[in-house]
């Protein structure tokens, strides 16, 4: 029985060492292949097995400077490989027109799936004919005429932030600003997406908004952890259960706010509905949620889930990049004081005297340098700092192959500040946007291009010129010496020092 045993083991090990020695094969040959046809691209040195991971860096801020270093050849390119992973990070204006502008190349890579617990396959993440259907009936929430609905909640938000800062904002050492605009940038999509603020800015929903925030960072450590990146072994770290919680969390506020939208809906009478009013005949502003509601995917309404995981990614993607580039504006207007006078001398001229005069949208469209200074904040600054598309099938571009499998990573940091398209490109100089002659319009693409191009592009300059203009008309900026920012890559860029300015009431 004991040598019956032992032999049958022996022939479990041979067959598991098989298997082993088949996936391998089949693995190396796979990148052998990758590595051939994308050859023609310079590949980074790399060590056996873990390919080139030194090269790219060891933390978020390593591979900032790290991804111009790599990319820094005639191709403007760099092959990568890690493990059995095998991509290209690109800077080079062509290549990206083509990833772009291709109606094929519209899957991202692996690396969303970090925010599948959260955002489920919504906008951002999902691919294929899902996001087309999707991009589909979310497109028309974004039209003009829907968008000016929300100045007004941009324009209130934006005076209790100035309430707070005149409270708290002015003391001599200084404040780190990125805290109190993400709360200001988390009541407005809130309002805007689900129809209900957060009151972040008020210190409510304490248990949805630290849970936003804390999940955000603890999604930024595990993009840096080598074995908290990889899908099955972190189900074994306690980060795992960490988010598993906050997502339930975030989950349940989502779908209370579903299940009381979807109520007040039915609540209504006939009469209301048809002129589009709520119960105290007052004009009712439309969030995202309710065109959600009121949509159909081949002839089916939404599903709770379905619309859970589209409120949640603008929830995520509608304040986490207003946050970053107003504040890294307002670090940057404050390093920078004649832009900062020319701004305010525009706003003087649109607002007079009158510091607490409401924004409107005429207010929004005459505010043209600032929009100057806000294209420049985002080419220096841009929120969304690198984005990746899965190549799905064998495509051809100038007589190579991109092979299936691999990601394309195109590093809008990194063309945004590239010599050859961009003249003196570290200054901050917002004139520089007067000039529309460019041929190289996928040079500058701080809200990506083509047909997954940002859909809250618009919205997100109202916003942006809607709170900067607010705070340049009742504050001076001052930089303080002492700070630099140290950034952090991620899906959403961070710094890891905060946003550091002083304000001087005005
Ligand atoms: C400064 C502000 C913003 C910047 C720089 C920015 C940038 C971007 C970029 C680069 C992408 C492409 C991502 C990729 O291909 O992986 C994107 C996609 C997207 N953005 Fe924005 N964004 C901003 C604000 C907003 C706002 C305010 C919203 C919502 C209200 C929003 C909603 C989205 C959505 C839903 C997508 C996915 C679109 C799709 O895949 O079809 N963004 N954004």
């Given at each position: 029985m004991?040598i019956y045993?032992?032999?049958?083991?022996h022939?479990?090990?041979?067959i598991v060492?098989?298997?082993?020695?088949?996936f391998?094969?089949?693995?190396?040959?796979?990148?052998f292949?990758k590595?051939r046809?994308?050859?023609?691209i310079?590949?980074a040195?790399r060590?056996?097995?873990?390919?080139?991971l030194f090269?790219?860096g060891?933390n978020?801020t390593?591979?900032i400077?790290n991804f111009?270093r790599?990319t820094?050849n005639?191709?403007?390119s760099?092959?990568?490989?890690?493990?059995?992973?095998c991509?290209?990070?690109?800077?080079?204006h062509?290549l990206?027109e083509?990833?772009?502008?291709?109606t094929q190349l519209?899957n991202?890579?692996?690396?969303y799936q970090?925010?599948?617990?959260?955002?489920?396959?919504g906008l951002v993440?999902?691919?294929g004919?899902k996001?087309?259907?999707?991009r589909?009936?979310?497109?028309?929430?974004f039209?003009f005429?829907?968008l000016?609905q929300?100045i007004?909640?941009?324009?209130?938000n934006?005076?209790k932030?100035?309430e707070i800062?005149?409270n708290?904002?002015t003391?001599?050492?200084?404040?780190?600003i990125?805290?109190?605009?993400?709360?200001?940038?988390l009541d407005i999509?809130?309002e805007?997406?689900?129809g209900?603020s957060?009151k972040s800015?008020e210190?409510?929903n304490?248990?949805?908004v630290d849970g936003?925030?804390?999940?955000?960072?603890?999604?930024?450590?595990r993009?840096?952890?080598?074995?908290?990146?990889?899908p099955?072994?972190?189900?074994?770290t306690?980060?795992?259960?960490?988010?598993?919680?906050?997502?339930?969390?975030?989950?349940?506020f989502t779908d209370?706010?579903?299940?009381?939208?979807?109520k007040?809906l039915?609540g209504?009478t006939e009469?209301?509905v048809?002129?589009d009013?709520d119960d105290?005949?007052?004009?009712k502003?439309?969030?995202f949620l309710?065109?959600?509601?009121?949509s159909?995917?081949?002839?089916k309404?939404?599903?709770?889930e379905?619309i859970?995981?589209?409120?949640?990614?603008?929830m995520f993607?509608?304040h986490?990049?207003?946050?970053?580039?107003i504040s890294?504006?307002?670090?940057?207007?404050?390093?920078?004081p004649s832009?900062?006078?020319?701004a305010r001398n525009?706003l003087?001229?649109?607002?007079?005297?009158?510091?607490?005069?409401?924004?409107?949208i005429?207010?929004?469209?005459?505010?043209?340098?600032?929009?100057l200074?806000?294209?420049?904040i985002?080419r220096?600054?841009?929120s969304v700092p690198y984005?990746?598309?899965?190549?799905?099938?064998d495509?051809?571009?100038?007589?190579?192959t991109?092979?299936?499998?691999t990601?394309?990573?195109?590093?809008i940091?990194?063309i945004?500040r590239?010599?050859?398209y961009?003249k003196d490109?570290?200054?901050?100089?917002?004139e520089?946007?007067l000039?529309?002659?460019?041929k190289?319009?996928f040079?500058?693409?701080p809200f990506?291009?083509?047909?997954?191009?940002c859909?809250?592009q618009k919205?997100?300059m109202?916003?942006m010129?809607?709170?900067?203009s607010?705070i340049?008309?009742?504050f001076?900026l001052?930089?303080?010496?002492?700070?630099?920012p140290v950034l952090?890559m991620?899906?959403?860029?961070?710094?890891?020092n905060g946003v550091r300015?002083k304000?001087?009431?005005l």
């Open positions: 004991f045993n032992i032999v049958k083991m022939y479990a090990l041979q060492a098989a298997v082993v020695v088949v391998l094969t089949v693995k190396f040959l796979s990148v292949r590595r046809k994308l050859s023609w310079p590949s040195p060590l056996p097995i873990i390919g080139s090269e790219v060891e978020s390593e591979i400077t111009i790599l820094d005639p191709a403007k760099v092959y990568l490989e890690i493990g059995f992973d991509g290209v990070v690109t800077r080079d062509d990206i083509f990833v772009l502008n291709s519209i991202k890579s692996w690396d970090m925010f599948h617990d959260w955002l489920g396959t993440t999902s691919g004919t996001w087309k259907k999707r589909r009936i979310i497109t028309p929430a039209h005429s829907i000016i929300f007004e909640s941009f324009d209130q934006g005076k932030l100035i800062l005149g708290e904002g003391r001599p050492e200084g404040i780190d990125y805290s109190y605009i993400t709360n200001c940038a999509i809130s805007s997406a689900m209900v957060v800015q210190n409510q304490k248990e949805y936003v925030k804390n999940l955000l960072s603890s999604i930024l450590d993009s840096f952890s080598l074995w908290k990146v990889n099955y072994l972190f189900p074994l306690s980060d795992y259960w960490y988010q598993r919680r906050i997502v339930k969390s975030l989950h349940r209370t706010v579903i299940e009381n939208r979807v007040s039915q209504k009469k209301n048809e002129k009013v105290v005949g007052k004009k502003k439309l969030a309710d065109l959600l509601l009121n159909t995917i081949d002839g309404p939404l599903t709770k379905d859970r995981e589209e409120v949640d990614t603008f993607e509608g986490d990049t207003t946050s970053f580039a890294m504006g307002l670090y940057l207007l404050a390093k920078y832009v900062q006078t020319t525009e003087n001229e649109i607002f007079g005297n009158d510091k607490s005069k409401p924004t409107t005429e207010d929004l469209n005459n505010m043209k340098y600032l929009e200074v806000i294209k420049e985002i220096l600054y841009p984005i990746l598309r899965e190549v799905t099938k495509t051809e571009y100038k007589g190579h991109l092979p299936k499998d990601s394309i990573g195109m590093y940091y990194g945004n590239d010599p050859t961009h490109p570290e200054a901050f100089i917002p520089r946007h000039d529309t002659s460019s190289n319009h040079a500058y693409i990506s291009a083509g047909p997954r191009n859909i809250g919205f997100a109202l916003e010129k809607c709170l900067i607010k340049l008309r009742n001076e001052l930089p303080d010496p002492s700070y630099e952090a991620n899906a959403v860029f961070k710094t890891l300015i304000l001087k009431k």
